[in-house]
């Protein structure tokens, strides 16, 4: 075969789906984005396999859900030496680089990139072996101490330079020095240009802490509003961590944390341009690039009254997902099916060249971007701790949190807000039931009231 194509995968944290300009939003400045969804192929309803950040990063580094890897929650990570999509790339020629976050806390820092620049690179206290537990208990701050409360994210937000700016400027820099080295390499002539590369600029924004620059703040600040109110759901589970405006916070600090978040992806936005600039300057013609643009997660930035992520709601469970490659997909293109992020394993190989390993949880994405739906079953899971589940076929979006708590159903062709739950609505009772088959398929079956 001939030379396997170039790939540069964009990835942000907690970008919810509809705050992009190609999706409608009518205040955010996204033209990078926007530039690519033109002449791309943009995947309408892309899920997180886990509406957190680790349990969904690993998922679809791994092409697995969150209980075949076993990482279901944030501490966990995947087991070292795990099957990735880097890993399977690097064994067939890639240089494998990721520039910024991949969120590993365990001993295995690489898990298959040939070089890491910048980033996360941490072992966490609990995967340190034989430590002493004395003496981590007097010295490691326990995380419910580091955390802010949602309430105190919002009050502080708005003007500054947050840890997520500073690392995602040295991940922007390490990428930047890794494509002259690769492509240019002006001071040694030792470029590496026939090599096929993976480059994986990771950021951190637009996490919280809300934080962005003067200008975009002002900007923003009286151009966007709260969310209308929608009303607050009774459900246990849906209504946890919620932020009651003019109790906890006031209209104006929403506002300032919402204007603040705006500004952080449009930083997103700038830099994704950057490293495509600086791709353009050593030569590189990106019309023979993959170019793919997703986040781990969404964000629920005050919709319903709650914040951050860890929902199964559209804000937090849906991402956006673009790939583009001219040369092979068609520009323009809308996939509306249901998809999940744990299918990048299988379509990167695809697109590559390289064979996908046997047994993963992930699906090629190529023959809906030939516009072939037909084997497609239009569904997609994610999937949070032992309990909490969600099942989306086609429109309806089923939901279970264990034995204690009440199922959902959302039908989010006649109920987009996400506001009527029809799981004991007569009509939906077929449905129901095979949600309930397929949820014991997946494992989440329950045994004198206990999951299996």
């Not at 890794?178 to 002006?186: G, Q």
């Not at 919402?258 to 353009?280: H, K, P, Q, S, W």
């Not at 997902?321 to 299988?346: H, M, S, T, Y």
Request: charged share 25%; proline share 6%.
């Amino acid at each position: 075969m001939g030379r396997r194509p170039n790939m540069l995968f964009v990835m942000s944290d907690e970008h919810r789906p509809d705050i992009v300009g190609y999706e409608g939003n009518e205040v955010v400045r996204t033209p990078v984005l926007d530039e690519l969804a033109a002449t791309g192929v943009v995947f309408r309803n892309a899920y997180t396999p886990s509406p957190i950040c680790i349990p969904g990063r690993q998922s679809l580094m791994s092409g697995q859900f969150p209980s075949t890897t076993g990482c279901r929650v944030f501490g966990q990570d995947l087991a070292p030496g795990s099957m990735t999509f880097a890993r399977q790339l690097a064994r067939h020629g890639y240089e494998t680089v990721a520039c910024g976050k991949l969120h590993h806390l365990g001993t295995d820092q690489m898990q298959g990139w040939t070089r890491r620049i910048a980033g996360d690179m941490t072992v966490a206290s609990h995967f340190i072996d034989e430590r002493d537990t004395d003496a981590y208990t007097r010295y490691v701050r326990p995380m419910t101490e580091v955390k802010w409360s949602d309430a105190k994210e919002i009050a502080r937000a708005g003007v500054g330079r947050a840890p997520s700016a500073r690392e995602d400027e040295h991940a922007l820099q390490g990428a930047f020095n890794f494509i002259e080295e690769h492509f240019s390499n002006p001071y040694y002539d030792r470029e590496q240009r026939k090599r096929p590369v993976l480059l994986k600029l990771s950021l951190r924004q637009p996490h919280y802490p809300y934080f962005t620059t003067e200008e975009k703040f002002t900007w923003y600040l009286n151009r966007v509003q709260p969310f209308a109110d929608q009303g607050v759901s009774t459900h246990p589970a849906l209504n946890r961590r919620r932020v009651v405006p003019g109790v906890d916070v006031s209209e104006r600090e929403i506002r300032r944390a919402i204007a603040a978040y705006f500004g952080m992806i449009e930083t997103v936005d700038d830099y994704a341009g950057d490293v495509m600039d600086a791709l353009r300057h050593v030569g590189e013609d990106l019309d023979d690039w993959i170019i793919i643009y997703t986040a781990d997660h969404g964000e629920m930035l005050g919709e319903h009254g709650v914040w951050e992520k860890q929902k199964f709601y559209e804000a937090s469970a849906r991402v956006p997902l673009i790939i583009r490659w001219p040369k092979r997909l068609p520009a323009g293109q809308v996939v509306e099916e249901n998809v999940n992020l744990c299918d990048l394993f299988a379509t990167i190989c695809e697109l590559a060249g390289v064979p996908a390993p046997d047994g993963l949880d992930s699906r090629s994405l190529v023959p809906l971007m030939d516009g072939d739906a037909s084997d497609w079953d239009n569904e997609t899971v994610s999937q949070f701790g032992l309990d909490d589940l969600m099942i989306k076929c086609g429109s309806l979006k089923y939901q279970s949190y264990g034995p204690d708590f009440p199922e959902v159903l959302f039908d989010l062709e006649h109920d987009p807000t996400e506001t009527v739950d029809f799981a004991s609505h007569p009509d939906y009772q077929r449905q129901m039931a095979r949600f309930r088959e397929r949820r014991a398929e997946l494992g989440y079956g329950f045994v004198n009231g206990r999951p299996l």
